[in-house]
Structure formats: C-alpha cells, structure tokens
C-alpha cells in the first residue's frame, strides 16, 4: 500500500500511517492538497489527513474534502505524544528557543510557559526536528515526535509535554476507489457532504429525519461555498453502515432537502470511540 501524508519524514501524519500499516510505502508532500491531488489522479495511492485534534479542534481541510470528495476508507485515532528534542549533547537547561507546527507549540503551552521556552512557528513538527539538527545550535530545540528524533539523530530531553496526556488526532484514510466495507456486526460511520435547497428552515426540516429514525448524528459541520458567503455545505457523520434501515431512511428524507448530497464513505469505527 503506498500512502501519501503531508510533511517530511517523522511527521504525526507518517507515524500514524506506519503504525497501523506497517508494510505501507510513505510518500511525503509538501502540502495536503498535494496529498488529495495525488490520491485523486492515482488509484494506487492513498493519502492519511488529520482531520481534527482532540485538544485544539478541526485542522482546516474540509474544504479541501469537499474540493476532491474522496472515498473514506478507514479512520484511526492516533495519540499525540510531543517531545522536547535537542542536539544529542544538549542539555534540557540549556535550551532557550523551541521550533515547532502552531499546533504543537499550542498543544505543550503549559510545558512552553514553565521552561520560558521562546516559542517559533515552523510548517511542521518533522521539519522543525531536521532545522535543529543541521542548524547544530545547543540552546534550540523542537517539539516532534519520537520518530523524528531516531530519523534526525537527535536526543529526547523531554518526553509528553503535551497538557493534555491525551491528546489524540483523528486521521482519515483516503482513496479515489469507493469501497465500502459488509454490513456485519461491527460499528460503522457513515459520512456524507450535502448542500440544501434555498428555502426557509431547510436545515431543520433536513435533520428532522434523522430524529424521526433514531439516527445518531456524531458530526455536522457548516462551511461556505467558495466565492460565497450565502451559501453553505455541510460534512455530516453519522453511527451506522448505509445498509442499516434507519441509514437508509435518514439518507431518504435528507435527499427531499438537498440539491447535492454525496456519501464519502463508510467505514469500521475507531475502537477509539468506545471509550
């Protein structure tokens, strides 16, 4: 399997890819929408995005979901354990800067704050792990992963910094190919992109199916239309396979109301959720 994340070598995006498909050859961009382009123009390729963060929320790339629409073939919870990495002969007290993505940086704020750590904003967390070891200077450091520092030769000073213990990343698995696993015993989510019709309390009457067959909604999201800020689509999720009666019948009434609705996948739930 050949998966495409956003990032260099080390990332959060890669780890999560290697540690649920091992066998799988990574293939780094530089940007997520290089990711979605790569997936949708070769059927071999999938891409691994961070959807949302369980401490600082959505990551920003529905718009790029709704852009390529995607067939969602897995999602995993990945558990984001951040570390202070310097030089191999640095020491903790000597570290006066720290690089790192906003997110991570936001993420370890109350370990940042402590240290009187100067903080600095880099594209990514693998990156600012590869600046530090051919930068060679003592007194900086980055926040990354355990991955980056075998990778980058570099030594872990401090290990889940992280103010929340936690922290956990919700990754999505993407493909052109539409699959869909057997309808069996297990827990599915089924998620969908829709845009409704133009007409007073739309959204009301379109959710109003889901209540009327007990259909547990676990995500609805707004987001607007490019070039508009009068019309809106909005990325649903909801428990269930498409297969399941009360799917099938909320999917039904939610069609009346909709002048674009596509299913982006269905799939196993994370064990994740049942926590």
Do not use: W
Not at 65 to 76: G, S, T, W
């Amino acid at each position: 399997m050949k998966i495409a994340y956003q990032g260099i070598a080390g990332s959060y995006s890669e780890s999560c890819a290697k540690k649920n498909y091992p066998n799988s050859e990574t293939i780094s961009c530089k940007t997520f929408d290089e990711c979605f382009e790569l997936a949708n123009n070769d059927n071999s390729v999938k891409a691994i995005i961070p959807e949302s963060n369980k401490t600082t929320g959505n990551i920003g790339v529905e718009y790029l979901i709704f852009k390529y629409r995607l067939n969602i073939f897995a999602e995993h919870f990945f558990p984001i354990n951040h570390n202070l990495l310097g030089l191999p002969d640095a020491k903790i007290n000597e570290i006066k800067e720290v690089y790192s993505h906003a997110q991570a940086l936001s993420q370890s704020s109350n370990f940042i704050k402590k240290n009187k750590f100067v903080e600095n904003v880099r594209a990514d967390t693998a990156g600012s792990a590869k600046f530090i070891s051919e930068f060679r200077d003592r007194s900086k450091a980055a926040i990354a992963s355990n991955l980056s520092a075998k990778i980058y030769n570099l030594k872990v000073l401090d290990s889940n910094i992280q103010d929340d213990k936690e922290n956990v990343t919700r990754f999505l698995l993407m493909q052109k190919d539409i699959t869909q696993p057997d309808f069996a015993k297990d827990k599915y989510i089924t998620s969908l992109i829709f845009k409704l019709k133009d007409k007073p309390a739309a959204l009301y009457s379109a959710l109003s199916g889901f209540a009327l067959n007990a259909c547990n909604l676990t995500k609805l999201q707004s987001f607007p239309e490019k070039n508009s800020f009068s019309s809106y689509f909005f990325l649903c999720e909801l428990d269930g396979h498409i297969e399941e009666v009360k799917v099938k019948n909320s999917l039904e009434e939610l069609g009346l109301h909709t002048e674009d609705m596509q299913v982006l996948g269905v799939f196993k739930a994370d064990k994740f959720r049942d926590k």
